[in-house]
């Protein structure tokens, strides 16, 4: 098992990187599609490139969502191998704002009372949710069982037919039949 991690920044960036190859001391380096796709048009790419092996050096000539453009310096002509890193602002994100829960001062708190660690059995979590912009710490509504109506005992009597009561006198107003033995028809 490989544990992984994943980086952490101010702001919302993507990346991409590889390798590309100078030819006569140039090389015209595509993004991949899925960078293409998810990386912002309004902030520029921040792009570094480092030469793998022996020349005058290298600079990036110009940067687009597209990809970049990498020249030798000195009008150098190597074909040495290049890699490349390249970060951007992800699209959507370009003035990010914080949602206002979590830069109040009771989010710790309401994170602590709302999270329960489940080998605690000892104690039971709040709950956490969120409803209407707003972080609630307790159990949702939705989740509460519900209680059952209070039911009038005259309303459950008159609409139960008589005969079919289990308390309702028969016919000759004699007590039901209790008794498995004489419930029993003759044959």
Known sequence: MAVLYTNVSSDV???TS?????SKGEALIEFD?????VVSSEIPIV??????????????????RNGFRVVESNRGESSV???FIAIGRRAGYERPQLPSEVIASDYVDKLSRGFHNDADTQTK???LYYENGQLVVGRHSSTLPQAKPAQDPDMIQAATPEKSRPDAPLGDGAAPNTDPKKSQPKQ
């Open 13 to 15: 960036t993507v990346q």
């Open 18 to 22: 590889g390798f590309s190859q100078l």
């Open 33 to 37: 599609d899925n960078f293409k796709k």
């Open 47 to 64: 792009v570094t490139v480092s030469p793998m092996g022996e020349c005058q050096g290298v600079y990036i000539a110009s940067v687009d």
């Open 81 to 83: 191998q290049v890699s």
């Open 125 to 127: 979590g709040e709950g």
